[in-house]
C-alpha cells in the first residue's frame, strides 16, 4: 500500500511538472469575420488600432492605439494569441502618465521590434502634441519584456530636421532595423536606417517617391524582394493603396503600382504580418476601418484582414473576402470565397437598402433605386438547417428581425433573429424569417423609395417576391 501511495505520487509530482512547463496550446485554424469590431477574451472590444504584431515565442502580440472618448489618446495597449483570433488584453504598456511630454500629446501608429543584441523590445510611434498635427516627430520607447510598461525615451524629428508623421519599423534578416516615415507634410516617405540599438535614427537610406503624397506604410520582405504597401492621404477616409517593390532598400524602387479596389475594401493600411508555419509563410494585410471616416471614433474602428497573394516574385495582388482562416501552425492564410447579391422587391423593382450606407448596426433596410453599392448587397451565408445569415457587404452586418422593423446588426450566428430561410417560386423567392416565420415585406406594398422592409405574415404578395440578383 505504501509502495502504491509513493508510486502515485511520483506521478502526480511529473504530471505537475509537466503542466509547469508547458508552453502555449498549439493553435488551431481559426476562421475571423472580416470588417468588424474584434473583442479580447472577456468581450470587451479589442483597441490596437494603427498597430503592429510582433512574434515573440509561440505568441502574436499585437500593440495599437486605444482612445479616449473625445478622441485622444487614452494608452497603447497590447494583446496576445496564438491563433490570431482568441486576443487575450495584456497591458496598457505606454500611457499618458508614463512621461511628462505624453501629458498632452497624441500618439498614432504603434510599431515595436525587438533587438536581440541588447535584449530590449523597441517601441517606435509619431507622435504630436495632442492639440494639431504641428510637431510631425517620431517617438521611442522601451521595455525589457514585450507586453511590460515601455519607458519613453522621447520624441524627436529624424536626424533634427525631417517630419515624421505615419511610421513603420522593420527588421532585416541581418538584424539591421529600419524605420519608415511619412515627412514633408506627407508628401514624402523617407526609409532610415536605425541605430543598432534602434532607438534612434543613423542615416537616411531613401526618399523614392518624393512628392508621391503617401501615408501609412507597411514595410515587409518576401524572398529576396521588399514590398512597400501604402495609401494616399485623404484623412481618415480609405482611398487606392498602392505598393512598390526593389531588392534593396536603397533602391532603385519600381514606381507604385495600385492593389485593391479604390479603398482598400474600406481601409487603410496598418501592416503585413508575415505567418510562419510548416507549410511555408503566408502574408496578411491588417487594415483599419477607421470609425472616423463613418461619423464615429478611433475606437469605433473596424479591423479589415486580407490575404495577400503573388502573382510574380515582385507583384501582389489583394482581394475582398468576408472572412480569412488562419492556421499560424501551418502558416496558411485562406480568404472565404462569397457571392452577394442584390433583393429586387418584384411589386416595385427596388433594392432592399441598408439606409444611408450607413456602418453601424442599427440601421433599418428599406427599398431604394437599385444603385450597385455595397448597402444592398448579401452574402447568403449557410448556417445549417436550410437557414442563412444576409451579411451586408459594406458593413459586414448581418440583417435581423425585429418586432417592428428589419435592420443591420452585429452578426451572432446562434441568433435566430438573424437567421433566414428560403423559398422559389418561379423567378421569385420568399425569404422567411425563422423566429417568427414571417416574410420579408416591404412595408404597405409602397412603392416609393425608403418604404420600410419589414416581416409580415407570409400571404404571397408581390411586395414578398424578391428577384436575387447580382
Known amino acids: 500500500m505504501r509502495r502504491a501511495y509513493t508510486t502515485l505520487l511520483a506521478l502526480c509530482l511529473v504530471l505537475i511538472g509537466a503542466l509547469a512547463t508547458a508552453g502555449p496550446a498549439q493553435a488551431a485554424s481559426e476562421t475571423v469575420a472580416n470588417g468588424t469590431q474584434f473583442t479580447d477574451g472577456s468581450g470587451s472590444p479589442l483597441h490596437a488600432h494603427g498597430g503592429g504584431v510582433l512574434k515573440v515565442g509561440s505568441y502574436y502580440y499585437w500593440f495599437g492605439e486605444d482612445r479616449n472618448a473625445d478622441n485622444t489618446f487614452r494608452s497603447v495597449d497590447a494583446y496576445r494569441s496564438t491563433d490570431l483570433k482568441n486576443w487575450e488584453f495584456r497591458n496598457r504598456v505606454l500611457t499618458r502618465s508614463s512621461d511628462p ?200 474602428s473596424r479591423y479589415v484582414w486580407l490575404p495577400l497573394t503573388f502573382p510574380t516574385a515582385t507583384s501582389l495582388s489583394m482581394s475582398w473576402a468576408p472572412e480569412v482562416t488562419v492556421d499560424t501552425a501551418a502558416g496558411t492564410v485562406t480568404g472565404t470565397s462569397a457571392t452577394y447579391n442584390t433583393l429586387v422587391a418584384r411589386h416595385s423593382g427596388r433594392c432592399a437598402d441598408v439606409t444611408s450606407q450607413s456602418l453601424w448596426a442599427g440601421a433599418q433596410i428599406k427599398q431604394y433605386d437599385c444603385n450597385g453599392g455595397g448597402n444592398q448587397k448579401y452574402w447568403f451565408k449557410s448556417v445549417g438547417g436550410g437557414y442563412y445569415q444576409l451579411v451586408v457587404r459594406n458593413s459586414s452586418l448581418c440583417v435581423q428581425e425585429n418586432a417592428d422593423t428589419v435592420s443591420q446588426e452585429n452578426c451572432n450566428a446562434t441568433a435566430t433573429t438573424q437567421q433566414w430561410s428560403l423559398t422559389t417560386s418561379g423567378s421569385y423567392v420568399n425569404v422567411k424569417a425563422r423566429t417568427s416565420g414571417e416574410c420579408l415585406d416591404v412595408n404597405g406594398a409602397s412603392t416609393a423609395n425608403s418604404a420600410a422592409v419589414i416581416t409580415y405574415t407570409c400571404n404571397g404578395g408581390t411586395n414578398q417576391q424578391w428577384t436575387r440578383g447580382s
Open 101 to 300: 511630454e505624453l501629458a498632452a500629446a497624441n500618439i498614432e501608429r504603434p510599431k515595436v521590434v525587438y533587438n536581440a543584441a541588447t535584449g530590449k523590445f523597441v517601441m517606435w510611434m509619431h507622435k504630436e502634441n495632442g492639440t494639431d498635427y504641428s510637431e510631425a516627430r517620431a517617438a521611442v520607447a522601451v521595455s525589457d519584456t514585450v507586453d511590460g510598461d515601455y519607458a519613453w525615451q522621447g520624441s524627436f524629428r529624424p536626424l533634427g530636421q525631417h517630419m515624421s508623421r505615419d511610421i513603420t519599423v522593420f527588421v532585416d534578416n541581418d538584424g539591421a532595423g529600419y524605420m519608415v516615415s511619412a515627412a514633408r507634410e506627407n508628401y514624402d516617405l523617407q526609409i532610415y536606417r536605425l541605430t543598432a540599438d534602434y532607438t534612434g535614427v543613423a542615416s537616411l537610406v531613401a526618399d523614392p517617391w518624393h512628392g508621391g503624397h503617401r501615408e501609412a506604410p507597411a514595410l515587409f520582405k518576401r524572398g529576396g524582394v521588399y514590398f512597400m504597401l501604402t495609401s494616399g492621404a485623404t484623412g481618415w477616409s480609405p482611398n487606392q493603396q498602392q505598393y512598390a517593390t526593389s531588392t534593396s532598400l536603397a533602391g532603385p524602387w519600381t514606381a507604385m503600382t495600385d492593389v485593391g479596389d479604390s479603398t482598400a475594401y474600406g481601409s487603410q493600411t496598418a501592416y503585413v504580418l508575415p505567418v510562419q508555419g510548416t507549410s511555408g509563410t503566408s502574408y496578411l494585410y491588417l487594415g483599419d476601418r477607421w470609425g472616423n471616416s463613418f461619423g464615429g471614433t478611433v475606437n469605433d
